[in-house]
């Protein structure tokens, strides 16, 4: 039988208990999707289960700002960091806000014709570049900040995480390509996608005992005590590369500029040499570019899924992290 997942092989969500059945259940009522690929592939690390999702819940979900929008800003993120998953999602659930046109144009790489829109998905493109959103004023109302900014990080943390660890195929044998898909799976998703939802619900399914600190871009919004959750549970992974490593990683990371690397010559470690550290800077730079052999490379008889998860989710959150420094950069230079 096929399978969306790739490296990993978790288990079915029907076993789930305790705090990941709660996610679940969460996810299905707030998201309307019983079990998302995207948040199944985390389920053997029940703390970064839940964090990603409280992220997601908080910032597109329950924070701030329309939900067409927000799903414009993720979508211009997705295309970015070419997610042809997430961007598949994201067309999709432009059709559950009823912008069945504004779906289906950028998916033929049209340029949405209001500008609001277009300005919106463009600031999602841009967000890729740390500092490249400039200090100019933000294509949305500056009270909306904390939920477009919780939903940009988000998803420039689930990209990674869906191209280094899933299939391209969000529906199977890869049904999301035609429109009428498209659309139908919208329009199922139409009601859960436009109910209000009620901000902080998912904060109880965290650590109670060390809440973290939210960052100030997050203006006391929920959405700032998940981002500090996540970013707690995603550096755990750390502990998985020795010290030389870690060094390296977070270095080579420090200095990204954005782009996405070259083919050749290959940029990253050997990795006959150094197969953690090539899987964390592929996890961070280049998902899509994970292969059999380097998860292989890696992969020791300790190395239970569980491991191969923090493992990219560190790699995922360094680039997360370098964006989102630079956000917090570029409020200041806007409050000056």
């Given amino acids: 039988m096929s399978t969306p997942f790739r490296h990993t092989e978790p288990l079915p969500p029907r076993s789930a208990v305790g705090r990941t059945a709660e996610v679940y259940g969460q996810i299905a009522r707030d998201f309307g999707i019983a079990e998302p690929s995207t948040f199944v592939v985390l389920s053997s690390a029940p703390d970064l289960l839940a964090a990603t999702w409280a992220l997601l819940r908080e910032s597109i979900v329950a924070g701030?700002?329309?939900?067409?929008?927000?799903?414009?800003?993720?979508?211009?993120?997705?295309?970015?960091?070419?997610?042809?998953?997430?961007?598949?999602?994201?067309?999709?659930?432009?059709?559950?806000?009823?912008?069945?046109?504004?779906?289906?144009?950028?998916?033929?790489?049209?340029?949405?014709?209001?500008?609001?829109?277009?300005?919106?998905?463009?600031?999602?493109?841009?967000?890729?570049?740390?500092?490249?959103?400039?200090?100019?004023?933000?294509?949305?109302?500056?009270?909306?900040?904390?939920?477009?900014?919780?939903?940009?990080?988000?998803?420039?943390?689930?990209?990674?995480?869906?191209?280094?660890?899933?299939?391209?195929?969000?529906?199977?044998?890869?049904?999301?390509?035609?429109?009428?898909?498209?659309?139908?799976?919208?329009r199922t998703l139409a009601r859960t996608v436009r109910r209000p939802a009620l901000p902080g619900t998912s904060l109880a399914l965290l650590d109670p005992l060390d809440p973290g600190e939210a960052p100030a871009w997050a203006a006391g919004r929920p959405v700032g005590l998940a981002y500090a959750a996540l970013l707690r549970a995603a550096m755990s992974g750390a502990g998985l590369l020795d010290l030389d490593d870690q060094d390296l990683v977070e270095e080579v990371v420090q200095d990204w500029d954005g782009s996405h690397p070259s083919l050749v010559p290959d940029v990253f470690p050997d990795r006959r040499e150094r197969p953690g550290a090539r899987l964390v800077l592929l996890a961070a730079l280049a998902p899509y570019r994970i292969t059999d052999a380097d998860v292989a490379a890696w992969r020791r008889p300790e190395h239970t899924d569980q491991c191969l998860v923090r493992l990219v989710t560190y790699g995922a959150f360094?680039?997360?992290?370098?964006?989102?420094?630079?956000?917090?950069?570029?409020?200041?230079?806007?409050?000056a």
Avoid at 133 to 155: I, S, W
Avoid at 318 to 335: G, K, N, Y
């Fill in 64 to 186: 701030p700002g329309g939900r067409t929008g927000k799903e414009l800003a993720a979508l211009g993120v997705s295309l970015a960091n070419r997610c042809p998953f997430c961007v598949d999602a994201h067309t999709v659930l432009l059709h559950a806000t009823g912008d069945h046109a504004l779906a289906e144009g950028i998916a033929k790489g049209r340029r949405p014709p209001n500008e609001e829109h277009a300005r919106v998905l463009e600031w999602g493109r841009r967000s890729r570049v740390p500092g490249g959103l400039g200090v100019g004023p933000y294509p949305f109302p500056r009270e909306d900040a904390p939920g477009y900014l919780g939903t940009a990080l988000a998803f420039h943390f689930i990209n990674r995480i869906a191209s280094a660890l899933l299939t391209e195929n969000l529906l199977p044998a890869g049904a999301q390509r035609f429109r009428a898909v498209r659309s139908l799976a919208g």
């Fill in 318 to 335: 360094l680039a997360v992290d370098r964006i989102e420094s630079a956000f917090c950069t570029q409020i200041t230079q806007r409050a």
